[in-house]
């Protein structure tokens, strides 16, 4: 699809001077659909590729707007979780949405990391298809192809708790079947050459997220839904801008 003909939709709730201003950031790359309640932009942009959609459910309009084709992806911005999630999944028929996050550390270092959420990636065959989409992600950001799996202790522990040894016995699998790399426990060395990190379940994945984000000064760009038909960002309302969030939407569309 060119450039010029992209449709990116993104919502604004809190902050709006935060979103305004990444889509300004990216003004000419693409056309941005920027979903409201009435008078939450006080001032809208001069651009003529950025146009603004008030609605008193812009959470609705934008999925309504993305899955009837007005719009070619969406990012969630700083519309609120719960609205937003449940119009995508009610839209799209599922009952949960897998995503893969675009983090990035306090250094500057940026990874892919999945699952994310608490009842995603739990078996070997989910951890497989997460794997498979993250890897097309990774190419389109310009990301390391190499994929690290993640378990819950070093090699040298096998024999300490029959979690840790059958975390490890499942990483081994799925590094095996996958063609990536054991990385152990150590996510810290992992981040260093592999663009594709995957956790070894839902809730340890979602804990390295909040973590680095809420903690750890580093940084959540977006994570794409991947188990739905359209390309649609999910974002944090604590992310710094949103520029990198339409960015890896744009890509995907590629």
Known sequence: MPAALRRIGIGIADDPEKVIGSVLCVAGKFSTFCYCRPGTVARKPDES?????????PEQAMIDDL???KIDAAVRGTLPANATLKALKQAEGVDHLERIALLETVSGKKFLLTPVGVDEGWTVPEKLELIKKGREIAKKFGLPGKTGILSGG???????????DASMAEAELVAKLSGSVHCEILIEDAVDTCGLI???DGISGNLVFRTLTFLGGGHGHGAPVVN?????VDTSRASPNYVNALLLAASLLE
Not at 49 to 57: A, D, G, P, Q, R
Not at 155 to 164: A, E, F, P, S
Not at 228 to 232: E, G, S, Y
Request: no cysteine; net charge positive.
């Open 49 to 57: 590729t950025i146009h603004i959609i008030e609605h008193t459910h």
């Open 67 to 69: 899955v009837s084709g």
């Open 154 to 164: 070093r090699l040298g522990d096998v024999g300490r708790h029959k979690q840790v």
């Open 228 to 232: 739905i038909n359209r390309i649609f």
């Open 198 to 200: 995957i956790a070894p």
